[in-house]
Structures are given as structure tokens and as C-alpha cells.
């Protein structure tokens, strides 16, 4: 299973309004942890590791089952598959685990099994010890090739990603394997929600779903192929455009949003409303989420199991809201929808704050960040014959990118960071980042309705045009605003109305 980081992602950082925290990587004894799972006190994690089943509850960790072999030259404890009582048997690599009858389903991926725990004693429940197989069968009796994500179902049914094989088999509560699909490329993480199967399928990197036996792809553009091998990459946007790199769970929201480990971004991904955007990205100063893999929904809170960073990372799941969101609602989902994409943030108070003004240095910002989400291999940084833009400013790779870009071009030779930026301004900085991506810019319409089009400056007539032929300016209203000072609700209206039109 091959896997990158994103140069791009150990820089950008995305946490829109998410408080995340992590435990000690050191609670886990430096453990490299996979799965987890609701217990009846707590939480159970897997570790691929130590090789173990924790225990986590308040803040204490404990091993619930599996016991440390001892290791091996790297100093890496040395997995075994046996059977036997809680603190005695032995796991060779276990990769998740789920609630499954009266007990929990581990899937002990290198011994190509699946393992049962019970009140007291780990037993083999599926697969045979050591042989990679893909028959149907009763218990033991099937095979399995690297068995790794599990889910149950509401009827009592096991479903497990049988990655070796690229299928999802089925164990129902007496034990007998059946194959559910065929033909997929390395599905890992699994999630039952509405009657339905949910995918990560991994080696196509894209988020799958089986309704009523049918296959259906949520998200994830998998149309590049090297070497007979998916390409994964990084973009957000609507769910046929995204690009994922080799993810590996997934969870179904309350509200039917999904989130998504996408391990090879480092990041946690979520689609809603029929587009992808990042919820919580590593970056040079934040450590979680380095490789993330097993993800867990409690309540409002989204818990996700790293592998490299040995640790669980806490994030707030619940729906974004601010103290001050506007009444009418479209504006209110503009706001929504702008802080989502990660076009710009709310403040630490919980307000977004709509009517402040916005500068220069705040919407070149907020343009770098709409094309980085848009274009996963996108540097946002560049030279620039500004004199006024210093090296280490908060905005200073977003002026340079803009000004390398052509999409600002100064006053005298001058950024003016702290300037406000008039609606023509924004307007014509937007029209030029449209014509430098290659977008089709050539749409008019006319402007007489408007009573102060006559007043627009000659940069800014062919921009402001296009604008309103695309939309991102309403035509039912009777004034441009030209030189009004555009505030922070204008410019997400603006910037998200335009990323729908062009669907980026």
C-alpha cells in the first residue's frame, strides 16, 4: 500500500473553527495505533505495534488484550497469532476493530484472520493462521488476504475489507463467509450507516458506498494511472473533481456528512453537500494528524486514531456556527459554506464578524487559499517588485503569489496591505485569477441597469462585466458599489459564488 505526504499539507493549515487536541503519544507506550471503537467504559484502540488492544478511560490507558511478545532486533515487539485468555494471547497485527455479537471483531491483518474477543479470551473466529486465501466457508474454514476494516450491520452481519483480495466479504452471527463485491482495489476502512456500506477504497483513492448491492462512488477522481497503480493527489471541491490519496476510514455524520482519513494528505477530509473539503490538516506546528487512519463519531466530537503520530487526535465535529451569523440565510450559508472551504476563518470568540472591512493583504489570503484547496500541487508563494511586502509578513507568500501572478498589480510599485479593497478592486483581482487558471472568461453582460457604472475605472469594466454575466454580482440590484470598501460577508459571497459557477 503505498502512501505520500503532501508537501503542500505540512504547510497549509486548515482547522475552520476546530479545536483538536491530542493525549500523550507516551499513554500508549509509543504504540502505532489503527482502530478504535466504542467500549462500554471508554474507548478500545488497536495498536499495530505493540500489538495490542487498549483500554482508554478517563485519561488512563490500560491493555485490555493481547500480551507483548518480546522484540525483535529494531526493537519492535514480535506479533503471533494465538488464541487463548485476554492477557495471554497473542495478536500478530491487528488493524481495527468493531462492536460484532456479544463481543469485539478484530482483524489481525499479517495473520490474514479475523479474531474474536470475548469476556474473557481472544479466539480465532475466521480465516486460517498464515494462509492468504479467498474462499467462502464456515469460520476457520474461509480464507482471507490482509483482512483490515470491519463494520456490523444492524442485523448481526460482520463485513470485513478483504484488502489482498480487493472484496468486501460478509460474516454473519453463525459464522459463514460469503463475498459481498469483487473488483475493488484495496478497500480498507468501512462504516455501516442508513442501511448502507460505506468504503474507503484505498488503492483508487475515492470514498465508495454499496447500496442495495450496487456500487456507488461518492468522491474521488481516479482517472490518473502510473504504472498500473492510482495516482492519489490533493484537491477539494465537488465530489467528481476531489482528489484523495490512499485513504483509509471513513465515518457517517448524524447529519449524513462524511469524514475521511486521508492518510497519504495527512489530513482528515469531509464531504457534504456534494463536495469535499479539508477539516483538519497536519502543518509544520501541529503535530496530529500526521498519518491518520481509524476514525470514531461520539456525539459531537470526531476522534481519530494516528499511526505515526501515536496518538488520538479530539476535534469538534458539531455544525459551524457564529454568534453573529447573518439572519438571512443564503447569506448565513455563504458564511457557511466560505469558512468550510477554508476560505478564510471565524475568530476565537465565535463571531465571524460580516461587516468588517477587508484589506488587500486579507483577500490575497483568502484567494490563495480557495486556489490551494482547488490545486493540491499549488505553492503559494512567488517574487514580487513590491517594496512595501516584507519578508516574514502573515500575508507575504500571498502577496508574492498574487503579484508573480499578475492578479494584484500594485499602486506605484506598492502592495498596500492594510489598504481596503474597493468591490471593483476585488473584482478585477478575481477576473485576473480566473484568465491566468485557463477559465473561460469570456461571458458580458451589459451594465446600464447600474447607476454608477459609468463611474467604473477602465481596468475594471471588462471584469465587472464578466462578473455579473457569471453571477457573482446579483443583477437585481441597482448599484455596483464601486468604490465601497468590501467587507468580509461580500467577499465570501463573491468568492464562493464564483467557485460554484466555474464548480472548483
Not at 485468555?85 to 481495527?96: I, Q, S
Not at 468501512?190 to 462512488?217: F, H, P, Q, S
Not at 447569506?331 to 457557511?336: F, G, N, S
Not at 459554506?337 to 471565524?346: F, L, V
Request: glycine letters at 10%; aromatic letters at 8%; a negative charge.
Amino acid at each position: 500500500m503505498k502512501m505520500k505526504l503532501s508537501a503542500l499539507m505540512l504547510v497549509l493549515v486548515m482547522l475552520f473553527s476546530v479545536s483538536a487536541s491530542a493525549l500523550s503519544p507516551a499513554d500508549f507506550e509509543n504504540g502505532s495505533l489503527s482502530g478504535i471503537t466504542r467500549h462500554e467504559n471508554g474507548l478500545l484502540v488497536t495498536d499495530t505495534y505493540n500489538k495490542v488492544i487498549w483500554h482508554l478511560n478517563l485519561g488512563k490507558v490500560t491493555r485490555y488484550a493481547g500480551a507483548i511478545n518480546v522484540a525483535d532486533i529494531s526493537g519492535e515487539p514480535i506479533g503471533r497469532c494465538i488464541d487463548g485468555a485476554l492477557d495471554k494471547a497473542y495478536f500478530m497485527e491487528p488493524w481495527d476493530i468493531a462492536p460484532f455479537l456479544d463481543g469485539y471483531a478484530v482483524s489481525d491483518t499479517a495473520a490474514h484472520v479475523i479474531r474474536f474477543i470475548g469476556k474473557d479470551s481472544v479466539l480465532t473466529a475466521a480465516g486460517k493462521n498464515g494462509s492468504a486465501g479467498k474462499s467462502n466457508g464456515n469460520g476457520t474454514g474461509a480464507t482471507f488476504n490482509r483482512p483490515t476494516g470491519l463494520a456490523a450491520d444492524d442485523m448481526g452481519n460482520l463485513y470485513i475489507a478483504d484488502t489482498g483480495n480487493g472484496s468486501i466479504r460478509m460474516m454473519d452471527k453463525n459464522g459463514k463467509v460469503t463475498t459481498v463485491l469483487s473488483g475493488l482495489v484495496e478497500p480498507t476502512g468501512l462504516c455501516w450507516a442508513d442501511g448502507m456500506l460505506y468504503i474507503a477504497e484505498t488503492g483508487r483513492n475515492r470514498i465508495c458506498r454499496i447500496n442495495n448491492t450496487k456500487l456507488e462512488v461518492i468522491a474521488g477522481d481516479t482517472a490518473i494511472l502510473e504504472d498500473g497503480e492510482y495516482i492519489g493527489g490533493f484537491a477539494n471541491g465537488p465530489v467528481s473533481k476531489a482528489k484523495f490519496d490512499h485513504p483509509q476510514d471513513l465515518v457517517v455524520n448524524s447529519d449524513g456528512s462524511i469524514f475521511v482519513s486521508d492518510t497519504g494528505n495527512s489530513c482528515i477530509r469531509k464531504i457534504a453537500d456534494g463536495r469535499v473539503t479539508t477539516f483538519v490538516a497536519a502543518s509544520s506546528t501541529t503535530a496530529p494528524p500526521i498519518q491518520p487512519r481509524g476514525l470514531l463519531r461520539a456525539n459531537d466530537t470526531l476522534i481519530a486514531a494516528d499511526q505515526f503520530a501515536r496518538t488520538l487526535l479530539y476535534a469538534d465535529a458539531a455544525p459551524l456556527n457564529f454568534f453573529d451569523i447573518p439572519a438571512d440565510p443564503a447569506l448565513a450559508k455563504m458564511v457557511i459554506a466560505g469558512t468550510e472551504r477554508g476560505i478564510t476563518n471565524g475568530y476565537s470568540d465565535h463571531t465571524f464578524r460580516p461587516h468588517n472591512p477587508i484589506t488587500r493583504a486579507t483577500f490575497s489570503v483568502m484567494l490563495s487559499r480557495l486556489h490551494a484547496g482547488k490545486d493540491g500541487e499549488a505553492v503559494i508563494e512567488g517574487s514580487t517588485t513590491f517594496s512595501d511586502v516584507a519578508a516574514d509578513a502573515w500575508y507575504g507568500s500571498a502577496a508574492r503569489w498574487a503579484c508573480e501572478n499578475k492578479i494584484v498589480l500594485g499602486n506605484d510599485g506598492r502592495f498596500l496591505a492594510q489598504q481596503g479593497i474597493s468591490h471593483q478592486q476585488l473584482i478585477a483581482m478575481l477576473y485576473r485569477y480566473a484568465e491566468g487558471q485557463g477559465l473561460d472568461v469570456s461571458r458580458r453582460a451589459s451594465l446600464t441597469s447600474y447607476a454608477d457604472a459609468a463611474q467604473l475605472s477602465a481596468y475594471a469594466v471588462e471584469p465587472m462585466q464578466w462578473a455579473v454575466a457569471m453571477g457573482i454580482i446579483g443583477a437585481n440590484t441597482t448599484s455596483l458599489e464601486i468604490w465601497k470598501t468590501t467587507t468580509r460577508l461580500e467577499a465570501m459571497s463573491y468568492l464562493v459564488t464564483f467557485m460554484d459557477a466555474y464548480q472548483i
